[in-house]
């Protein structure tokens, strides 16, 4: 009885091909392009990766994800410019806090011992003088308190925002317009304080200025807050805006505090 004997693969080499045509126990190597550039790696899933832009821009932000920024206003506030708008606002707060102290009415005690504003008085108001009644006084400590609890806000975020080295120039203007929004927030809220709480035939006497004062610098310190509050509550008397397409909501975006 005759056994077949095993074929001779002794002669081959560990990379040579042998009878069916592959290396053995290797498998045949991809071809790498030519130049010796490495082949891209395919996405899992076999998908076709996303072309980039022409030029290397940045792609446009997906529908529901973060909004787009530009670049403007992204550089830091340098050192010269921090103390300019430190001496300004402080400079500025001192000035604001001088007309309300010239501005503040006179008041007279009753037999009943109670308060109340004179009609009319004369105030000398930055080298201004003239005759002001009591209702305008109210509405002028009002403004200028308003726009001081601006500037109280404009100071401490400038502060909080240099001491953590994070401030930019983004912000900038909305320091510089924070005490004109709070003496207008505080205008609104004095009319409305005036239009609610005031009969018909009350006046201007009938009010305290301590009053009026500290809702102004309330409503000037917390902008927001107040304006939020305006909304909520005119909200429900008039029809709802519809927002525009470039809207910031206040979940997405962060601000100044």
Known sequence: ??????????????????????????????????????PPT???????????PPGGATPPTPPGGQPERTQMGAAFVGRFWIVVLAVAFLAAA?????????????TSSSKSGSSAIAASAVHSVLGIRGSISADVNLLLI????????????????LS???????????????????????????????LLVRGGLISPEGSGTDL??????AI????????????EMLKSVFSTLFAKAKSGTDTLSSESGTGAQ
Not at 216 to 226: D, K, N, P, R
């Open 1 to 38: 009885m005759s056994t077949r004997q095993p074929d001779d693969v002794s002669g081959l080499t560990d990379g040579e091909p042998a009878a069916g045509g592959s290396p053995a126990g290797r498998s045949t190597p991809p071809t790498p392009p030519p130049g010796g550039a490495t």
């Open 42 to 52: 395919p996405p899992p899933g076999g998908a076709t990766p996303p072309t980039p």
């Open 94 to 106: 001192v000035l604001d806090l001088i007309c309300v102290l010239q501005l503040w009415p006179a």
């Open 142 to 157: 009002a403004v200028f308190v308003g726009a001081l609890g601006g500037l109280l806000h404009s100071l401490r975020s």
């Open 160 to 190: 909080s925002y240099v001491g953590e080295r994070q401030l930019r120039w983004s912000w900038v203007l909305f320091y510089l317009l924070l005490p004109a929004v709070g003496a207008m927030l505080s205008l609104i809220f004095y």
């Open 208 to 213: 305290n200025p301590y009053g009026i004062a």
């Open 216 to 227: 102004s610098a309330l409503v000037g310190l917390f902008t927001g807050q107040a304006a």
